[in-house]
């Protein structure tokens, strides 16, 4: 029996992978908000809790899906010690188990989710850590890869490297395409516009690296139309992380040499 800690983007996804498994059953949802857990845990056929007292020590396997900040503060109200138990995050280290559980690891899925998304088709690469063996990770391991069809067994280290270039590529370059969207809206056009140069650049890096798959103004020094770019903003903060990023692709040109 599985305990879900979490109602949130992440919860929803492995409760999705979970539904219906007989080997893996969901038998209790936690979360802050009874109407969360509730809503989660009806589509599994769950019970639901709001408090961490009341959770099933009958359980097998705890999944806590929860932000950074709340892990400590729940696994601090659970009053027995869990036989094993798993987090979700990309930064921290899973000896942050290690007082409440007596196997620990980490189920780190490597993708973006929004739980208001299908998510059915995800290809979610999905990174474990463990430091124990035996029967305890054998169940581990089976539960990663009930969850995902790709799963990378790595270390702490390189989990928090992941997690740091998953924020470059993906938390990063969201927050430009909203400065992009920005931009067409208050010139009378839509983001459906970019979205087969999107697609195309990151199809390119199918074929070939990042480095060599550069094009633009900075990479061919256009100086000219990256001063009328820049001009033509009007909004000191995009200015500069336009004259940063233009540096930067400016200097990885330069290493490429």
């Known amino acids: ?16 992978r979970l539904r219906g498994r007989r080997d893996f059953p969901v038998t209790q949802v936690y979360s802050r908000q009874m109407a969360h857990a509730r809503a989660l ?13 009341q959770i099933d020590s009958a359980c097998q396997i705890f999944i806590f899906a929860l932000s950074d900040d709340a892990l400590p503060q729940v696994l601090s109200q ?14 921290v280290p ?55 069809d ?23 370059s969201n927050a430009l395409y909203t400065v992009a969207d920005e931009i067409l809206q208050q010139h009378d056009m839509r983001m459906e516009l970019l979205m087969p140069l999107l697609k195309q650049t990151v199809a390119k890096l199918d074929e070939m690296p990042p480095r060599e798959a550069q094009t633009g103004p900075a990479k061919r020094r256009d100086t000219s139309v990256m001063r009328r770019h820049v001009e033509a ?25």
């Not at 845990?41 to 007292?53: E, H, M, S």
């Not at 007082?99 to 208001?116: C, I, M, N, R, W």
């Not at 009007?234 to 930067?248: A, G, H, K, T």
């Open 41 to 53: 845990a009806d589509t599994l056929g769950a019970d639901a809790v709001d408090n961490p007292k």
């Open 150 to 172: 790709t799963v990378r067994v790595m270390d702490s280290r390189q989990r928090f490297y992941a997690h740091v270039a998953s924020v470059f590529a993906c938390n990063f």
């Open 78 to 91: 659970i009053p027995f010690k869990m036989t094993l138990a798993v987090h979700t995050a990309g930064s």
């Open 233 to 257: 903003l009007n909004q000191p903060q995009w200015e500069e992380i336009y004259r940063v990023m233009s540096d930067l692709i400016i200097s990885q040109q330069r290493e490429n040499i």
């Open 94 to 148: 899973q000896d942050v188990l290690a007082p409440y559980a007596e196997h620990y690891g980490v189920l780190y899925p490597l993708q973006t989710f929004s739980k208001d998304a299908d998510m059915s088709q995800l290809i979610v690469p999905l990174c474990v850590e463990d430091a124990f063996a035996g029967a305890q990770r054998d169940v581990l391991h089976g539960l990663a890869h009930t969850l995902s």
């Open 1 to 16: 029996m599985v305990c879900l800690l979490g109602s949130g983007n992440v919860a929803t996804w492995m409760a999705d």
